[in-house]
Every structure is written in C-alpha cells, then in structure tokens.
C-alpha cells in the first residue's frame, strides 16, 4: 500500500532541504571564521528565521505525533496541557535577552558551554555541562530519529531499518555541509511546513467531524470527561498541571539548544520580531495538532497506538496530494529538532572538549576537518543506537528535557542576573539537580502529585543560591 | 559590566516575567475555575466548553495582543556589539 500521491510532495520537500543544505555549505567554505559560522551561523539570523528555527527546534516527534496521540486518549485536558508550552515562544527570548545576546558577543561565545566557562572560570563546570549535553541529546536524538523511522515506514511500507537509513542520510548530509546556517534556514522551511500543515488538518478535521459542536457531543456522549480539564481518567490534578507548566513552560531556558538560539541573531529588532513571530507559530503548532488528536477521536474512532493516530487521519481526512504536504509537517518537525541536536552535540564535542583540553592550538583546516568528522560520527553512532531502539519514546524525550533542565537553568540565568553567584554555586547546583532529577524520576516519579522535575529545579536553586553565598569570600580573588 | 544597555535588558527580563505570571493566571484560573463542575453541565462558546475557550483559545489571543503591544510600546532596541556601544557614549 504506497500511496504515491502521498510520496511524491515528501520527495519535494526533501530536495527542497537538500538544495539549502548545498547553498549553506557555500558559505560555510567561504567564511573566515570558520567555528563561528559552522557552529552558529555567523550570528545573522533576522527575526523570521530566529523565531522559525526555536519553534522548529521545540517542536518535535512529540508535539505532531506522540502528543495528538495522546490528546486522542485523553480529551481537551491534554490540550490544555500542550498550551503551557505558550511561553516557551517569548519567555526564552524575553529572560535570556539582550543581556545574553551581549554578553556572548563580549565573551566571543559559540556555544553555551563557551558563555558558562567564562562567566564561572571553572573546569568542572565545562565537564558536568559538556558530559550531561552529549548524554541527554544524544538520547533524545535516537528518540526523534527511531520517530522519523517509523513515520516513513507507516507512510511507505518499507521496512524499519530501510525508513532509518532513508531518514539519517536525508539529515545528516545537510547537517554536516551545512553547520548551523543549514540548520536554521532548513528550520524556516520546515517550521512554514509544520504551520501551514498544522492548519490544513485542523480544517479538513473539523469538517469531517461535522462541525465543532458536533465532534463535542459526541465526545460528551461517550466520556464527559473528555471535554473536562482533568482528562478522560480524571488524572490531570491542578497540582501535576500547574507543575507541569514548569518543565515546559518556563524550564525551557534551560534547555542549550534553545539558549545557543538566543546568541545567533543579528540584532535586537530581529529578536522583537522572533518573539511576536515565534508566540503565534508555536502557538498555532501547539493548539492545532494537539487539538487535532481530541477531535479525531469522533472522526476515527478505535485507533489503539496512539502515535498512529495522526498519520492514519491525515490519510483518511484529506485528499492523497494534500495528505502528503500534511504528513511533511511531522517530517520536518523531527527534522528540524534533530539537526538542532546534532550541531550542539558535536559543537559541544568541537568547541568545549577538543578546543578546550585536547588540542587548543589546532589550525584552521584541523579545526575544519574535526567539526566534519565528529559530526558524521556521532550522526552514524545515533542511527547505530536506533536500529535497536528502546521502546518509550516520550519518556525518553522528557527525560532529556527535565535533565537538561535541571542542570542548565539556574547557572544560565544566575549566571547572567547574579553578580554573586559562583562556580561553587553553579557546580552544587548542577551536580544537585541531575541526581535528584534521576533519583525522583527512578524512585517516586510523582511527589506529592507534582511533576518529576518540579522538585530537582528547587533543590537545584537552593543549592546555587546557598553555595554561592557560603563561597563569597573564596572567589574574590578571581577579580 | 555597568553597562547601561544592561538596564534596558533587565527592565525587559521583567517584563517577560510578568507576561509569564499573566499567562499562567489565565490558563491555569479559566481551565480550573470554569472547567472543576460536572463536565455535562458545561456551558459552550463557539461549540467549545467554556473553560477551554477562554483558557486555551481567547487566553492565548490574548497573550499574542499583549506581547505585540509590549514589544512595539516598551522594548527598547540597543546595539550588541562593543564598539557601536562605545560611539554613542
């Protein structure tokens, strides 16, 4: 069953991606400052382009396939749920900021590691921060990747390993010629797609469920609580809501492939705009697809995995040309997060590990030759990883999220806001925050009723907070 | 480190932080205010419940507004590099 129809604007789009990625390795030869363009594409993103590539990079396989999936289960209440990612458009932004923006200028920083080594002087700030990012994105990249394999196996019929394969070689060529200026302009494209796909399907499902109204009596008939906050098993307390708005909401900062976006623009008029731009994409992301997994339950009833819902209702809902624009929206979405992933892990292996402690005196053309080899290898090692992959794909996604969450947050932003805050104060954090993190996720995966990352990010800020305050008078020698 | 594009850049984190408490009072307070009764007695706007419209629909419109309004009226554009800095004081 290969709907061609379908195939063939999948095609479109993956030439399309090939093209930029070409373009972008033009100037990446040309530049003269070769790490600051592959790894950050010469700081010039305007506002489009910035607000295109944060929303492309946050949304993911989770946000168009794993979440509708879900919505299906459980109602509106997981609607509400996704639209506590909200902020993550111009909260990000607003915090970080200019002060970032000139600060990582000042410090002639390319990757976040590079901003925190300067600001705390400290070496095992570097290695906590360099070991969690390679450790946390090189999991959640096999996630996406073990995503996009098994949308294009469900979509062509070819088998898992085959889809893989397909799916790798597409990104990871674009990827590795085209360094960062490839990533983001690749991310403008595919964050128009998952846009204008997103709304496609919006429409074509409400008209196929007869109308709003219509799909919410249904819904009511079957389960009120599908229509209520708390979800169709009543599980969505206010208490896990509101905590959960924690780890996606605002927790975000924290996350290195979001922050390393907030130094790559070229000024602060293209920051105003990435935020109005990026509020309404991800906005419109975020509320339609998860929106579109309540109201296909109406329209498709009996689908039993989850992650099957969305692509199974795009087949069923619009014709097979327009099916196959739709079904790239997923495409890029995990996409666009897996090139984001790929960049920062080998910048992070690059810049802050080989630059930092193995070879600081490496030539340009080593240099080169170091950032194109780590990035195939560790694209290559990813798919390796896939081809057996392990089953839970969401928690393996948060689980990354809240890790990287809990150990980047309160040093960036102290790090920025705090004059007294220290390396001492910055280490205990991070060190506080991924054990805690890992012991409540193992042990007690809800406390209380909250949500796992809630308390490692308080503990965490307690410890920056007191640490630095104890260690005052230590480092003041330093300046 | 006085700088004092840095004053600008922290009145603007502010800002954002009280956009943040904004947001999550009109998601959080429409969703469980409106949303806690027996869900077959909900009322309906536009086909949707009403908690979920004005939480999840109008809230977020809402907030689309207020950020274009915050960003034209109150954020101040500032140069980021050194040297520009340096030719206006």
């Known amino acids: 069953m290969i709907h061609w129809q379908v195939i063939i604007p999948l095609v479109v789009f993956l030439v399309l991606i090939f093209g930029i990625g070409i373009w972008a390795n033009r100037q990446v030869m040309q530049s003269n400052s070769f790490l600051q363009e592959y790894f950050l594409g010469g700081r010039e993103m305007g506002g489009f382009l910035l607000a295109m590539t944060m929303m492309a990079t946050y949304g993911s396989a989770g946000s168009f396939i794993g979440g509708p999936g879900v919505a299906y289960n459980t109602g509106l209440g997981w609607v509400l749920l996704a639209m506590a990612q909200l902020p993550a458009g111009y909260f990000v932004l607003m915090i970080l900021g200019k002060k970032f923006a000139i600060i990582a200028r ?44 098994r949308l294009i196996e469900s979509l062509t019929g070819l088998n898992y390993s085959a889809a893989l394969f397909i799916f790798a070689g597409a990104v990871l060529i674009y990827v590795i010629i085209g360094g960062f200026r490839a990533v983001a302009l690749t991310d403008a494209v595919q964050g128009s797609v998952m846009v204008i796909g997103t709304i496609i399907l919006l429409v074509a499902t409400v008209i196929a469920g007869g109308g709003i109204s219509n799909i919410m009596s249904d819904l009511v008939a079957e389960n009120p609580n599908l229509v209520s906050p708390y979800g169709a098993d009543r599980s969505l307390t206010p208490l896990y809501v509101s905590t959960f708005w924690i780890l996606i909401g605002i927790g975000v900062i924290g996350l290195p492939q979001i922050a390393v976006r907030a130094m790559s623009y070229k000024n602060s008029k293209g ?53 196959g624009i739709v079904l790239a929206a997923p495409m890029a979405a995990i996409m666009s997060t897996v090139n984001a992933l790929l960049i920062l892990v ?67 932003i102290f790090g920025l806001y705090w004059k007294t805050g220290n390396k001492y104060g910055a280490i205990a954090s991070m060190i506080i925050g991924i054990t805690s993190y890992i012991y409540i996720d193992q042990i007690m995966p809800s406390v209380l009723g909250m949500h796992t990352v809630t308390l490692p990010i308080i503990l965490s800020l307690v410890a920056f907070v007191v640490v630095s305050l104890l260690t005052k008078d230590k480092v003041n020698t330093g300046k | 480190m006085n700088d004092k594009r840095f004053k600008i850049a922290h009145r603007e984190a502010i800002i954002g932080v009280i956009l943040v408490i904004i947001n999550f009072s009109i998601w959080f307070g429409f969703a469980y205010g409106m949303g806690s009764g027996d869900p077959s007695s909900y009322t309906y706007v536009l086909g949707f419940p009403a908690w979920f419209f004005y939480s999840c629909i109008a809230g977020t419109i809402f907030m689309v507004i207020l950020i274009v309004f915050v960003i034209k009226f109150l954020f101040t554009e500032v140069p980021f590099d050194d040297d520009e800095e340096s030719e206006h004081k």
């Open chain 1, 271 to 323: 920051m105003h705009s990435a935020i109005i731009i990026g509020t309404i994409a991800l906005a419109t992301v975020m509320f339609g697809m998860h929106l579109i997994g309540v109201l296909a339950r109406p329209v498709l009833p009996g689908v039993e995995i989850g992650d099957k819902v969305m692509p199974l209702l795009t087949l069923k809902v619009l014709p097979p040309y327009l099916a």
């Open chain 1, 106 to 149: 000042k410090y002639q920083a390319i990757t976040l590691i590079d901003f925190l080594r300067e600001r705390y002087q400290s070496k095992t700030v570097v290695i906590v921060s360099a070991v969690s990012i390679i450790l946390f994105l090189f999991a959640s990249m096999a996630a996406q990747w073990i995503g996009g394999a």
């Open chain 1, 346 to 412: 080998s910048s992070t292996v690059v810049k802050d590990i080989y630059l930092n402690y193995i070879k600081p005196t490496a030539s340009d053309a080593q240099i080169k030759k170091a950032s194109f080899y780590v990035t195939t290898v560790i694209g290559i090692a990813v798919v390796l990883v896939a081809l057996r992959p392990p089953d839970l794909l969401i928690w393996l996604n948060l689980f990354a999220f809240g890790g990287l969450e809990s150990v980047f947050l309160w040093p960036v």
